[in-house]
T-cell receptor
Framework: DVKVTQSSRYLVKRTGEKVFLECVQD?????MFWYRQDPGLGLRLIYF???????EKGDIPEGYSVSREKKERFSLILESASTNQTSMYLC????????????????FGAGTRLSVL | AQSVTQPDIHITVSEGASLELRCNYS??????LFWYVQSPGQGLQLLLK??????LVQGIKGFEAEFKRSQSSFNLRKPSVHWSDAAEYFC????????FGTGTKLQVIP
């Protein structure tokens, strides 16, 4: 089974702190994703990566950056956390970079619930 | 704009009753379509997918979904709901990146 592991289930940070959310997948997937999940808004894509050191903006990249130095690891960075970034963050991975990226099934981690005070 | 819409925020059904969760899509052509389930405190898990072909697709846990092009819909169904089906359900679709609906939270009462 594919396993996507997010390093923390819960995080509490202060406004202005630099925050790192880590995600690791163990199935040699090419694509990795970071989503934000808020009640009534569903999942919104922040960034995705289809290869090491490659990244593309999603729908809500403002205030976030990402890093993918190794194929199995995808980090989400909040450069200066703000209270409106309090949310559930979900990492996902999918197998291949195909012509139609959406044709890949996504496998999700359990999520990191981040509170910014 | 391309989108996936789940019109029902919350649904309550009795255990043993049938279930239908609605999903509508707005794309120029048929997108790749998915249903995912999220149990409390968990990530999302794929229930089923539709790419092409037979419009009635079977998934895990006894779920099925029917693609109806004329209605731009991809509704999820289950003939008899179990208490363990209580969760949040997300419809998703797209060609390149996937767009998720806002989710439908299912409550199952004894």
């Amino acid at each position: 089974d594919v396993k996507v592991t997010q390093s923390s289930r819960y995080l509490v940070k202060r406004t202005g702190e630099k925050v790192f959310l880590e995600c690791v997948q163990d199935m040699d997937h090419e694509n990795m994703f970071w989503y934000r999940q808020d009640p009534g808004l569903g999942l919104r894509l922040i960034y995705f990566s289809y290869d090491v050191k490659m990244k593309e903006k999603g729908d809500i990249p403002e205030g976030y950056s990402v890093s993918r130095e190794k194929k199995e690891r995808f980090s989400l960075i909040l450069e200066s956390a703000s209270t409106n970034q309090t949310s559930m963050y979900l990492c996902a991975s999918s197998l291949q970079r195909a012509r139609y990226l959406a044709k890949n099934i996504q496998y999700f981690g359990a999520g990191t619930r981040l509170s910014v005070l | 704009a391309q989108s996936v819409t789940q019109p029902d925020i919350h649904i309550t059904v009795s255990e043993g009753a049938s279930l239908e969760l609605r999903c509508n899509y707005s794309y120029g052509a048929t997108p790749y379509l998915f249903w995912y389930v999220q149990s409390p405190g968990q990530g999302l898990q794929l229930l089923l997918k539709y790419f092409s072909g037979d419009t009635l697709v079977q998934g895990i846990k006894g779920f099925e979904a029917e693609f109806k092009r004329s209605q731009s819909s991809f509704n999820l169904r289950k003939p008899s709901v179990h208490w363990s089906d209580a969760a949040e359900y997300f419809c998703a679709g797209g060609y390149q990146k996937v767009t998720f609906g806002t989710g439908t939270k299912l409550q199952v009462i004894p």
